[in-house]
């Protein structure tokens, strides 16, 4: 079955980086697009990054343009969210996604705490 599990989070300082990861299994990896949602306390789940399949185009809130990277590694599959000038507004579940014919699948989620 798909699973999807990501590592990475924590507490950090403004300013900071993380890098999360997310380590998929149960389906073609390479050939579905990846996506990292977060949700903070209080508010709806938001779109924060995107990369496709193949080409690995890649695309990014407005809030965290310039700021974070997505990517993946097809061979290990795994995508990976680089978090880079974290602010505090930062601060939220972070969720690894994908679609796999039809069904939506989500990760346990991994806190990100951007605080000094």
């Known amino acids: 079955q798909v699973q999807l599990v990501e590592s990475g989070g924590g507490l950090v300082q403004p300013g900071g980086s993380l890098r999360l990861s997310c380590a998929a299994s149960?389906?073609?990896?390479?050939?579905?697009?990846m996506k990292w949602y977060r949700q903070a306390a209080g508010k709806e789940r938001e779109l924060v990054a995107t990369v496709s399949s193949a080409a690995g185009i890649t695309n990014y809130a407005d809030s965290v343009k310039d700021r974070f990277t997505i990517s993946r590694d097809n061979a290990k599959n795994t995508v990976y969210l680089q978090m880079n000038s974290l602010k505090p507004e930062d601060t939220a579940v972070y969720y690894c996604y994908c679609r796999v014919t039809g069904y939506d699948y989500w990760g346990q989620g991994t806190q990100v705490t951007v605080s000094s």
């Open positions: 149960g389906f073609a990896f390479p050939f579905y697009a």
